[in-house]
């Protein structure tokens, strides 16, 4: 079945600064990659999702890379705020198979 | 249109007494999932259901069981609690065609 596996899995950074996490994933018929965003206390919520024909999608600060060659997507936060302090989850399944697979979580936290 | 609904927000078992975790959406989704959240695991799958009348196990279903009762409920059944049940539970549906899921608010699980 899939492994998803996502680094780093607590990240501080700067207000102001970007961050970056990065996933793996291991079933190459995979094709859909949502990101979540998970605030203290409350339900994880979709930031941004990215399809395997594309390669790479933005939503206003916040971005998702794909590279399907080597089994590995990414999201990307520029010019961080503190309301962007949370845990994101990355994750990953394919059509005909209806097992989202969730990663392991990343702890972000923006230092004012 | 409430969405995801879970009940109950929290539970108290003592070891062995028996329990179900109901979950309901009013999106007309196919897919649905039983999540469970442990700190520095992530959201590990327990099972899904594609659609009405079908489920099947996902990456830790030992000591679980479900029952896809139409297309909008479906429930988790612990028969015989154990401590190393205690987690937060989240209940998700999503329309069945690689699109955003939505999750209900989560059942915090402590079993004594």
């Known amino acids: 079945g899939e492994n998803v596996e996502q680094h780093p899995s607590t990240l501080s950074v700067q207000e102001g600064d970007s961050a970056v996490i990065k996933c793996t994933y291991s079933d190459s018929a995979s094709n859909y990659f949502p990101w979540y965003k998970q605030e203290l206390g409350k339900r994880p919520q979709l930031i941004i999702d990215i399809r395997s024909n594309v390669g790479e999608k933005k939503d206003q600060r916040i971005a998702v890379t794909l590279n399907k060659t080597a089994k590995h997507f990414s999201l990307h936060i520029t010019e961080t705020q503190p309301e962007d302090s949370a845990v994101y989850f990355c994750?990953?399944?394919?059509?005909?198979?209806?097992?989202?697979?969730f990663g392991t979580g990343t702890r972000l936290t923006i230092i004012p | 249109n409430a969405g995801v609904t879970q009940t109950p927000k929290f539970q108290v078992l003592k070891t062995g007494q028996s329990m179900t975790l109901q979950c309901a959406q009013d999106m007309n989704h196919n897919s649905m999932y039983w999540y469970r959240q442990d700190p520095g695991m992530g959201l590990r799958l327990i099972y899904y259901s594609a659609s009405e009348g079908t489920t099947d196990k996902g990456e830790v279903p030992n000591g679980y069981n479900v029952s896809r009762l139409n297309k909008r409920e479906f429930s988790l059944r612990l028969e015989s609690a154990a401590p190393s049940q205690t987690s937060v539970y989240f209940c998700?549906?999503?329309?069945?065609?690689?699109?955003?899921?939505?999750f209900g608010q989560g059942t915090r699980l402590t079993v004594v």
């Open positions: 994750a990953a399944i394919h059509f005909g198979n209806e097992k989202l697979t």
């Open positions: 998700a549906s999503e329309v069945g065609g690689l699109t955003e899921a939505f």
